[in-house]
């Protein structure tokens, strides 16, 4: 039903995006102010502002660049990610500041509810990855509106029932394992009878930000007033990163028929053990245990590079450009399981052990639950032809987004 | 007059620069000395030091790879940026410590005075962005070196006759905004009969740094002792910047003939936010003016840049390689004229609001003489032909400057 | 004797990753815990943070992306850099803390113990500068597991015999030097008959962020303490970096046939006087002085570039890759003759400047016989042909190491 000339932007985009931002202005112009209170939890400004802009650099350079792989996508990869990038963050501070509002009747933005919101942000940059080519920027902003929603709101479930409030590090981390899994696939399976595969070649430097940057992505939210518990994340943080570094080469070295290696393989799996490592943060305490789940995910991360995206294609229609599923997905899932385990070794006895290991997984069912609801709401919202999905022939090409200048070399 | 070869720049550039970082390391070797007092401001180095490395990587990376965009001239681009940067910061810290060595007999130098030499060479990089590809590096150090002997003059006069040293957030704005439009339009004007355009389509990486970075461009003068004024502006500045960028993508979509979207047009327009906050600065109190600015910059600027360039072309012959009027000339303007209203707004009486109008457009006009004076005598002194200007033909290409190995792939 | 194939790593790299890498756990698991005493030396853990995460970013960005100049290695350059980097940092990490464990029975891992242990791996990354494309990644691993082992032996040989605990920075510095030039060449005397020279054309975007961070890079690990100090360090090198760009480019016109600059020739020459200034940071005190080292710096720098990388191959039958000789090297001897030269005329009677003397030429001659014993004992064991050295006319090519996406255009 779509039509046979690739669908101008200008009639859905242009409209949508000036009507998001003429609404986010009026809501900000009436419910938020920015925090003139500067010491918040013992942190001043300069103390955290070389942190928060870590944070800006993983969220619009690391993710807006992750997908430069595309050879015909470079543009709209990270022309798109950045439009959806601040229209997520803006649509965050909004939700993250309802209780506050409640409350104070004001939202109050400082640094660290930005850093919050780019969190989420990066949440759905990840999920992003799966869609990637297969979608229009119309589709991408809706998605990153609904799962932002999605995501604060499993959040807020996981506050109420749960009463996880103590520890914002784990939520979070669960947070950004869910949506960007289950969201996705559930949107994709709704969407598309069918994936293709785009011609990947191009080197991403988004990679090796993320990479170097990481440590601060899992330890900017934790809390510094314990001593030492900021520094055992980066370290964790950074060990896994390494290991996972080697490992990652190592197993896509015995995979490869011809023992070769795999540019964009390595450049997915390198970054496996920081994601597990700051989903189970809080019951890391050794750096050997960093290390080797840094050295698991490495390995479950690169077979599923290796497998898992064929079958998935094959059983389910679901195609993961990005290969999220084996890089966010399989790790976040073994730092789950890691984090039950090394939880159960340190309780004293076995009624705690059982009571977290019960609360564990009541975490990870309520998140799956609502990812899967929000996933099935957006795909049913996206289905409808009004919002000109791209075809099937003019996926992954920025000849249906972008201008080229006739005289010039594409590159 | 101009030779039929590319002219060798052997002659003229080595000598120049050999006989002003000589005179430079004299310079600094009767008067400049290293600040042994740390805590200035009440600032400790540690605070400052992650903003310093901030604007370092907004002027050599930021500024420096912004034109990479020009396919045959990237080499030039960036490697002149870097030349003309060291040259113009060396010479800003001097300038800018005359006051000091008047009354303490030694220029002292710090982190702070680092950043603000580097401001100063930003504003020069700015307006370099209109003349690149036309000029040779001879003529670009000559300029450097003239803009920020101007900037600095502008500075002094405007703190003399306006005492406006208590607030040197605005008054560098204002000077970043005046010498970048004025200064390098007038030694268009005085230099080229006509212009040509460029081939121009590679991704340019500065943009994305420049995005990024910008709200510690803006806030790092600002003075900490005020709690929550620093936080203000970052705020302001992401807010503003983020709607700018949606906001650009929108309009870009509405004139586009076919509704594509343009990526230098986008690196262009998403700055415009910044750029007007930036000047407006110490009037924004709340986010959704800071969002208002940035949306009102990001329309003219793209507007701008889609009407303007052509038409300052066909009327005064001056050519703009960068897109600099619309990046950074309209949304300083409209910067400037918001600072004006929001100040009137909250001014108490009617008495205030007249005097602090009048006061305000009194600095754009001193603004804007002394920077037609500059460019004025530049470009007179520019004419010149003994700096060998490059013939029109050669304009905008690396092959004049730079070898390159003969059995190498140009990119 | 080596096969006519392109040798699979399968059956040496893989393994050898493997081992090492559980070998590493095994130990960490066994030694290694998390320093939970966060003030270290005055410095709380958010002051530092920034710092750690820039020179993290030298290491995996700028050594990483520095080798990406060779046309058809760029896959490697920059693949195997981040492989023995994490290597390099984990080993040094463990015989960093070999003292520590035997006082205390653990190894106490925080911020200063990576960055230490980072700034083993950037001398092991300069030197890998002279072999990269000649050698395959097991020798390259070899190699700087080896490296790292002589930079800690002479680092504790200086300690022990010549009482320099006082000043970490001269010693650290002088390491850098020692194995960074003399390591790899005794190395390569071993190894090779001959060099083959690679197609160099491309851009390095490394260069650019070691040109930016190298002030922190100079003076991460100056001690706080004596305020000031790691202010003048920042200073000196920002200006020595700055005094070196200029120069370097009106050398480098002046010696070149037709007065054209050479994008490579920049880019290595740059960095002269940061090199230089680093290595005599503790004697400097004046910023003309830091000025003045640069300057000499960046000449000995160029026309080393120009001259000396021909008759390294011809007499020594050496091949330098990336300049490693003209861009550390001699700039590191440099700065260690202003070293010696400086405190000699700070000496207040002959005594004192003579003991410095002999001192300063001890520590050299030292650094040079460790270095050399590394090479030749390193040399020796990759002799064996176990290793399976690559083939000369596969040098410089990713395609022995690398899979290519079949439909793929090759950037």
Redesign the interface.
Known sequence: MAPQYAP????R??PL??F???A???I??FF???????KVDG????????????V??IV??GF??LCTFL?RY??SG??FN??VA??A??WAIILNGIESWYYRGKIR???RS?VVAEMCTASVLISMGTMLGKTNPVHLIIIALLEVSGFIVNEWVLQTLLKVNNCSCVSHSHQILGPSIFTPYTTQCMLYSQGNSP?????SPGS??L???W??FNSVLVD?RT??R???A???T??A???S???A???A??S?P??????IH?QSC?LAGGVAVGVSMSAV????EA??IG?SAAIISTIGFQYLKIHMLLAFQCHDTCATLSTHGLPGLLGWLSHLLLQIRDSDDHTMAIRFAVFHICTLLITITISLSTGFVTGLLLKWNFWRPPQSKKCFDDQA?????H?????
């Not at 101008?8 to 009639?11: I, K, P, V, W």
């Not at 938020?32 to 500067?38: A, Y």
């Not at 305490?285 to 050997?288: E, F, I, R, S």
Request: aromatic share 16%; with cysteine; charged share 10%.
């Open positions: 101008s932007l200008r009639s985009l242009a995006l000036l998001l931002q003429t986010f202005i009026i900000y112009a938020v102010e920015v925090d003139s209170n500067v942190e001043t400004f300069s103390n955290f502002y070389a942190e928060f802009q870590d800006n650099v619009i350079l807006g660049f050879v470079g543009f990270s022309g950045l439009l601040v229209m963050t803006q933005v400082n640094l930005l011609v990947c070649c191009l080197y090796v930000f990479w170097m940057f440590p601060t510094d001593p030492g900021k520094l055992g980066v370290c964790s950074y060990l990163l390494a290991v570094a080697v490992t080469a190592a197993i070295l015995l490869h011809k023992g070769k290696l795999n540019l390595m390198i305490h050794q750096p050997w290390m080797t050295f987004f972008w201008e080229f200048p005289n010039a070399v594409r590159k």
